[in-house]
């Protein structure tokens, strides 16, 4: 995409990315989780939890995001070890709070929408 070779720093940078999104993903998971069983309601937990959620999901990007820019941007020396780093980093953290706001509550309730019907019928 930005025509530069897979090197070690973007491998580097795929090992940072991937931390930063398991944990927003586990993150987001406990929480609805959490609301499921206080409010008993699956849907509703996962609109709550996406809602509650997305301030600090996309804090946490934006700030990211903004601190790798200038290495993205560098042309001086170094900057060939920087700037796949960088690029990995953003490009992988912009896509992956994509995929925790929006896919992970869909998946979620896909994956226990059964046990949420289940429940319900058992308390009728």
């Known amino acids: ?3 530069m070779p897979l090197s070690i720093s973007a491998g580097v940078g795929f090992i940072a990315l991937s931390g930063v999104a398991v944990l927003n993903g586990l993150v987001m998971l406990a929480f609805i989780r959490d609301l499921w069983h206080e409010k008993g309601d699956l849907y509703v937990a996962i609109i709550e ?10 804090m946490t990007a934006l700030v990211a995001s903004l601190g790798f ?7 001086g020396i170094g900057a060939e070890v920087q700037r796949p780093l960088a690029t990995v980093v953003i490009g992988g953290i912009v896509s992956s709070t994509i995929l925790t706001l ?8 896909w994956a226990h929408g059964s046990e949420s019907s289940k ?3 058992d308390e009728i």
Do not use: C, E, K
């Not at 939890?49 to 996309?58: E, F, H, K, S, T």
């Not at 820019?69 to 042309?75: D, H, V």
């Open 102 to 109: 929006f896919v992970l509550p869909i998946l979620y309730q």
């Open 119 to 121: 429940q319900q019928s």
């Open 69 to 75: 820019i200038p290495m993205a941007l560098n042309t």
């Open 49 to 58: 939890g996406a809602i509650i959620r997305l301030r600090p999901i996309l």
């Open 1 to 3: 995409l930005r025509d």
